[in-house]
C-alpha cells in the first residue's frame, strides 16, 4: 500500500525558509505528476506547486520566486523549498503524488501534512 509522510515544517519568521519534504513507500507502477498543496484554517485547501514526471513545475501566483518544488526520483522524495516566508504562508502543507496502478488506473495519494507557521 502507499504510504507519503510529510516532514520539515515548524515555526520561522517572516523572511525565513523551510524546506518540506514528502517520502513515499509501496510500490507505484506509474507516476504522473506529484504536487504540495495548502490548507490555512476556515479556508479551501489550495494548489501551490505541481511537478510533472518530466520535470516541467507549475507554481501559483501567491508563491512564485519563492518557493521551489523538487523531486528525487532515487530518494523516492519530492520536496519543497520555501524562502522569503510571510505570515499568509501558514497552513498545513500536504504532498500529493498521483499515479497510474498496475491496472493503468489513476489514483491520488495524500500524505498526512505537516503544519507551517510563519510569524510576523
Known amino acids: 500500500q502507499v504510504q507519503l509522510v510529510e516532514s520539515g515544517g515548524g515555526l520561522v519568521q517572516a523572511g525565513g525558509s523551510l524546506r518540506l519534504s514528502c517520502a513515499r513507500s509501496?510500490?507505484?507502477?506509474?507516476?504522473?505528476?506529484m504536487g504540495w498543496y495548502r490548507q490555512a484554517p476556515g479556508k479551501q485547501r489550495e494548489l501551490v506547486a505541481t511537478?510533472?514526471?518530466?520535470?516541467?513545475?507549475n507554481y501559483a501566483d501567491s508563491v512564485k520566486g519563492r518557493f521551489t518544488i523538487s523531486r528525487d526520483n532515487a530518494k523516492k522524495t519530492v520536496s519543497l523549498q520555501m524562502d522569503s516566508l510571510k505570515p499568509e504562508d501558514t497552513a498545513v502543507y500536504y504532498c500529493?503524488?498521483?499515479?497510474?496502478?498496475?491496472?493503468?488506473?489513476?489514483?491520488?495519494?495524500w500524505g498526512q501534512g505537516t503544519q507551517v507557521t510563519v510569524s510576523a
Open positions: 509501496g510500490s507505484i507502477f506509474t507516476i504522473t505528476d
Open positions: 511537478i510533472t514526471s518530466g520535470g516541467t513545475a
Open positions: 500529493r503524488v498521483s499515479a497510474l496502478n498496475y491496472s493503468y488506473q489513476k489514483h491520488d495519494y
